[in-house]
């Protein structure tokens, strides 16, 4: 067990809908990183938070936005969902923004019907 | 730009050790890490090493560190069914920045 709670497991809905996933870090950790796992693009990062800042962005599209609340979980929303969002969405945190190894949560699988 | 290489199978005898190789672009990267993905689960990390070390040991875990050729390896030990898995690689950006760039991952079979 990492540590990192992701919340729902699992996620089926229809295109055009939203989605909200969910994080809770790791005890003591400030940062959290969202990543998307796809068979076609492997694991990708998409969006740093570093104590409810944003840190550094990835390939994050516009339709998919993220926070982190003062209790430092944080929230990934995606939007105007398509089927090629379909995939495999981790969390990780590390206790400070950079040079700290990733514990990462065990994913929110998300199918687009 | 940054880039990570591994091969995407490996299929090994049980007990017999197992070699996992990545090779990495950033020779900035700060950190070199490994993770363990089994089916339906999420990634565990396995080890790391900083990028001034050479080698780095943990139990039935053997990293090692080219830095001149940007070669990562993963050593095995006496591998087991259990280890069955996915083996990403990955190097963590630079930038102060902490965002990692992930290899496509070694699939790795142990068969008795």
New interface residues.
């Given amino acids: 067990d ?1 540590g ?1 709670t992701q919340t729902p497991k699992h996620l089926i809905t229809a295109t055009g809908q939203r989605v909200t996933l969910r994080c809770s870090p790791r005890s003591g950790d400030l ?1 959290v ?1 969202w ?1 998307q796992q796809s068979l076609d693009q ?2 990708q ?1 998409l969006i ?1 938070y570093y104590n409810g800042e944003e ?2 962005k ?1 390939n994050i599209l516009e339709r998919f936005s993220a926070q982190q609340f003062p209790d430092l979980h944080s929230e990934l929303n995606l939007s105007s969902l398509e089927l090629g969002d379909s995939a495999l969405y ?1 969390c ?1 945190s ?1 206790k400070q ?11 929110t699988r998300l199918s687009i019907l | 730009g940054e880039d990570v290489e591994q091969s995407l199978f490996l299929s090994v005898r049980e007990g017999d050790s197992s070699v996992i190789n990545c090779t990495y672009t950033d020779s900035s990267s ?2 070199l ?1 490994w ?1 363990k993905q089994e089916p339906g ?5 396995l080890t ?1 090493i900083f990028s001034n070390m050479d080698m780095k040991q943990d139990q039935r875990l053997t990293v090692l560190l080219n830095k001149k050729d940007k070669h990562l390896s993963l050593r095995i030990a006496d591998t087991q069914t259990g280890d069955s898995a996915i083996y ?1 690689c ?1 190097e ?1 950006s630079t930038g ?10 070694t699939r790795l079979a142990v068969h008795p």
């Fill in positions: 990492s990192v940062s990183y990543y492997g694991l990062f740093q840190r550094a990835g981790f990780a590390s923004g950079s040079n700290q190894p990733q514990h990462f949560g065990d994913g | 700060t950190y890490y993770y689960a999420g990634l565990q990390l790391y990403f990955a963590s102060g920045y902490n965002k990692l760039i992930f290899g496509a991952g």
